[in-house]
Every structure is written in structure tokens, then in C-alpha cells.
């Protein structure tokens, strides 16, 4: 059965991906990538860089444009209206409609810079949901205490250290309460010896029953939390399936490859 | 080599490092000091000996003719800035914008407007009433130019419309120097584009904004005087028109001179503020806040 027909089979998922490519150029950064994810489930996505995983993952919330394929998310066709036969562009304002369903962690934190950790959390519910300061910013506390940051509310993000930041980012992407976490390689821009602050906050994430996809390094964290891995290579998913298959016994001498030149 | 090296033993050194120390003499310094100074009190010397009466210059600092100018000038300097702010940044966004005609309009008023003379710009706005004897909307309403464009409205357009093409430049720069990354991470949050622009990008874009804008209001206040030529009312024109009927030329040029200075040191102070406001989160406060709270703890 191909990923396709698997995504049609199981109509529950929460992101289906189908026959999507992506071209930057010449460049085939996609080729004809189908995956589909179920609710509640940690999907890693492992492979070299230059493999497309990230860019597979910013097509998901719509950062990058796809080029063929379509994709689902929480039930609806993303970027486009389906109207009989024909596909219509969504507005901009549509398109950040969509992407509420969605919270995403990047490599390079990406805080606001002119904003303080708490501002940091309560910028999105403030501006996009429009709800009460008094409300969120409660609700901000909460989250700041629940990744261990309380105390630095008030601190600007240039006086974080990276693992800091990167938690007040996952906290900021889930003050807007998403159905679904992205995390493009979230560690990979720390020192090594705050690897562990962020990927315990992740493990305690993904033990909450979030829908989590991560595209990751850090294949000790995908063997103990992925629901699922998938590898990447050359824009392409060459190997998929549990953890203990895909990290332990690769199937494909690609993976295998990569495993070893990683462990190395 | 050997002359001003002092070779050493290891054995040496712990004596050597309780030794006194003879701090060098900065010779040069001391006889630049002292050249400059003489200059100076020879200027002093000559304007005090000069033929200036400055009872004239401390009767005419607030004479009313003068302060209905400075008030001229300064309500000139915010118009027309707030004019070219506002265009600046419609103009910035514009010429960053995919769409080409918006992009080719842009380009097309900054190389105007940054391409002729400023002086030229505001004969043109004067004498507008010679290509469009009226204005307005044909069957709705029309005017006469020569009562709409005065000498407010000429120097208000002349000034603004020109500031607005060197402000969108220096706004533009503002933008780009915001990282790609913030508006990344406000369309995950849900923003849309101007909500981002306004929220994220803008403020940020601010602390590259401000010095030269900062700047930009000073020239503006010295600017105005160009306005002169078109009778506009302000300060410099009004020192004109009191030293053509008393002929104290230099006195009342020294009044005007007076005013400006008291202005631009005024709105130097503001600027000092208004760029530390804009730093949050940001370089020296942020080393001065870590600092504090260092010591607090």
C-alpha cells in the first residue's frame, strides 16, 4: 500500500501530505513526497542536510509554497479554496488563519528581539486572538513555569542564553494553543550542554499527547520519543517505519549510511 | 633594537613587577591644547572689539516678530517632517513591494525628488497656479491654485514631498536590517503581513530608523529658512525684514542664529531619549540592566 493510499485510508490523520514537490530553481528540494500524520503521535524526520526534511516541514504552515502535490491540515486543504473542480489562492489573512492550527520552533529561536520573554508569549494571543491581557498573561506564566523560566519573564531575549530562548520560543508557539507543534532542528544551534533543557521540555511535550513533527539530529531523542521516523534524502523519503526499525536496523544502506556517519 | 628593549631574566620579574612606574608624557598634546586656545581668545577678543551691539541682539531675542518666526519655523519643521515620515514609509514599503507599478512609482518619486534641487522644488510647488491655474475635482469642486498653494502649502509640499524621498531610503534600510527570521516566526504565531510590518518589523527597524531621522529633523529645522525666498514667514525671513528697516544686519542674524542653536540643542537632548527607548532588549541597556542585576544578586 503507498503512503497515499495509506493517508486515504486513515482519514483521522491530522496533517496528510500527497505527492508534493518543491523546486527552488533548478533545485528539486521535494520530489513527490507523500507522509501522513496521525493525531497524538511524535513524527521524527531524520536525514543530511540539504535532504529537504525542513522544507517539507515550512510547507506544512504554509512558509514555503509547494509546487505539486496538496496537503491537509486538521481536515483542510491548505493555501487553497477548493471551489467544483478549480483551486483558488487563499488571502494572506486566510492563510494566517490556517496557520493558527499550527506552532513552530525554529532552529534560530527567531524571539521577538524588542520583547521581553512574557511579551515574547502573550504577542500572538494578544494581536492575533484578541483576547484579554489579563487572561493570557496568567496563562503565560503558567507556560513560562512549565518550561522552567518564571523568573526570567522580564528578561530580553538577547540576555537568554540559546537553550532559554529556545524554551521561551516553545512556549510562545503553544500560548497560541496549536493542534500540531513543528520543530525545525530546535537544538541544533545550541551548545551542547543545553541540548538537554530543550529536549526535556520537548519529552514532557510529547508526553502530554501533543502532535509533535520534528526534524531532528538528535536521534537518541527520536529513538525514545518518536512514534515514527522518516528518512530523508535528495528531497525523497527513502526509509519510514518505528524507531527501533528505522535507527536500529535500517532497512536501506542510505539510512544506514547516515546512521553511522552521525553516531561517528 | 637594543636601546629600547630591556632584556630580562625570568628571576627578574617578580622584582621588576613591584617596581614604580613613570607614566609617558604626551608633549604634543599640551602645546595642540595651547595653540588651539590661543586661537579662540584672539576670536573672542576680536568680536568683543567687533562692531556689534549686542544690546541690540539681547533687545531683539524676543521681540515679537522674531517669535511669531521661531513658532513659524518650528510648526513648518513638524509638518513637513510628519509629511515626509509618512511618505517615507508608504514610499519604502512600496518600492520593497512584488507588485512593479507600486516598485516603479517608488523609484521614480526617490529619483525626483532626490535628483533636483530642493530650492528649484519649492519655486515649482510656489508657482504651480502658472501650469494649473485651478484645482480640483471637475464638476465636483475646483479652487483657485493661487489661494490653495501660498506660502505654507508650497514650502509644506516642497519640503515634505522632498524629505519623504530621502526618508523612504533610510526606512527601507531599517527593514532590510530586520532579520528574515522575525517575520518568519510572526506568520507562525498567525500575524498577517501588516500586522507583522507593525508589530514586529517596524519597532524593530526603528533603532536603525531613528539617529538619521533624528538627524534628518535638525537639517529640517535649518531648512526651513530656504523658504525665505518664497515668503514664507519664518524666523530667518522675519530677521530679514527687521534689518532691512534698521539695518542691524548682523545683530539680528546673530538672533536667529541664537534660536536655531537653542532648537537644535533641544532636539538633540530628544533624540539622546528617543534612541534609548528604541534600543530595548538591545546592546548597552541590556549590558547595564545584566550589570544591575548582577550586583543585585
Given amino acids: 500500500m503507498s503512503a497515499v493510499e495509506k493517508a486515504a485510508a486513515s482519514d483521522d490523520a491530522i496533517v496528510t501530505i500527497a505527492h508534493v514537490s518543491k523546486f527552488f530553481g533548478p533545485l528539486k528540494a521535494l520530489n513527490n513526497v507523500s507522509l501522513s500524520i496521525q493525531p497524538g503521535t511524535v513524527q521524527c524526520i531524520i536525514g543530511p542536510s540539504g535532504s529537504g526534511k525542513s522544507t517539507l516541514l515550512r510547507c506544512i504552515n504554509q512558509l514555503e509554497k509547494i509546487d505539486e502535490g496538496a496537503i491537509s491540515v486538521d481536515g483542510a486543504l491548505i493555501g487553497y479554496r477548493r471551489v467544483g473542480e478549480t483551486l483558488h489562492e487563499l488571502t494572506d489573512a486566510e492563510i494566517a488563519q490556517q496557520r493558527l492550527s499550527t506552532g513552530m520552533v525554529f532552529q534560530r529561536f527567531n524571539l521577538f528581539n524588542h520583547m521581553t520573554a512574557l511579551q515574547n508569549i502573550i504577542e500572538g494571543p494578544l494581536t492575533v486572538l484578541r483576547r484579554p491581557r489579563k487572561e493570557i498573561v496568567a496563562e503565560a506564566m503558567a507556560l513560562l513555569e512549565r518550561v522552567g523560566l518564571a523568573d526570567k519573564r522580564d528578561s530580553y531575549p538577547s540576555e537568554l542564553s540559546g537553550g532559554q530562548q529556545q524554551r521561551v520560543a516553545i512556549a510562545r508557539a503553544l500560548a497560541m494553543r496549536p493542534k500540531l507543534m513543528l520543530f525545525d532542528e530546535p537544538t541544533s544551534a545550541l551548545d551542547p550542554e543545553l541540548v538537554g533543557e530543550v529536549l526535556n521540555v520537548m519529552r514532557d511535550l510529547a508526553a502530554t499527547g501533543m502532535t509533535m513533527i520534528v526534524v531532528t539530529h538528535e536521534l537518541g531523542f527520536a529513538r525514545e520519543v518518536a512514534s515514527d521516523v522518516v528518512f530523508m534524502d535528495k528531497g525523497e523519503i527513502v526509509e519510514q517505519g518505528p524507531p527501533q526499525t528505522v535507527l536500529v536496523a535500517p532497512s536501506q544502506p542510505r539510512t544506514r549510511d547516515f546512521i553511522a556517519a552521525v553516531l561517528k | ?297
Fill in chain 2, 1 to 297: 633594537m637594543s636601546a629600547i628593549t630591556s632584556p630580562v631574566s625570568s628571576r627578574d620579574l617578580a622584582a621588576i613587577a613591584r617596581m614604580r612606574i613613570v607614566p609617558r608624557r604626551f608633549y604634543g598634546r599640551w602645546i595642540a591644547a595651547a595653540a588651539i586656545l590661543g586661537v579662540l581668545g584672539w576670536l573672542v577678543l576680536a568680536f568683543a572689539k567687533g562692531d556689534i551691539a549686542w544690546p541690540v541682539v539681547a533687545q531683539f531675542f524676543t521681540a515679537p516678530a522674531i517669535l511669531s518666526g521661531l513658532s513659524n519655523t518650528l510648526i513648518m519643521t513638524v509638518c513637513a517632517m510628519a509629511l515626509g515620515i509618512v511618505l517615507g514609509v508608504v514610499f519604502a514599503i512600496m518600492y520593497m513591494s512584488p507588485n512593479p507599478v507600486l516598485r516603479g512609482v517608488a523609484l521614480f518619486y526617490i529619483w525626483f525628488f532626490r535628483g533636483t534641487p530642493l530650492l528649484l522644488q519649492l519655486l515649482l510647488w510656489f508657482n504651480l497656479a502658472l501650469v494649473f491655474p485651478t484645482i480640483g475635482i471637475p464638476g465636483l469642486f475646483s479652487w483657485r491654485t493661487i489661494d490653495v498653494i501660498g506660502p505654507f502649502m508650497a514650502t509644506l509640499l516642497g519640503l515634505g514631498m522632498n524629505q519623504g524621498a530621502y526618508t523612504a531610503e533610510v526606512v527601507r534600510g531599517g527593514i532590510l536590517s530586520v532579520d528574515a527570521g522575525q517575520t518568519e516566526a510572526a506568520k507562525a504565531v498567525g500575524m498577517t503581513r501588516l500586522t507583522t510590518l507593525r508589530r514586529i518589523v517596524l519597532p524593530q527597524a526603528m533603532r536603525v530608523i531613528i539617529p538619521p531621522v533624528g538627524n534628518e529633523v535638525i537639517s529640517m529645522v535649518k531648512l526651513t529658512s530656504v523658504a525665505s525666498v518664497i515668503q514664507y514667514a519664518e524666523i530667518l525671513r522675519n530677521a530679514q525684514t527687521i534689518y532691512y528697516a534698521n539695518a542691524r544686519v548682523i545683530e539680528l542674524l546673530i538672533v536667529a542664529a541664537g534660536w536655531y542653536l537653542i532648537v537644535v540643542t533641544v532636539l538633540q537632548i530628544g533624540q539622546y531619549f528617543l534612541e534609548r527607548h528604541f534600543s530595548k532588549g538591545r546592546g548597552e541597556r541590556r549590558a547595564r540592566r545584566v550589570a544591575v542585576q548582577e550586583d543585585a544578586a
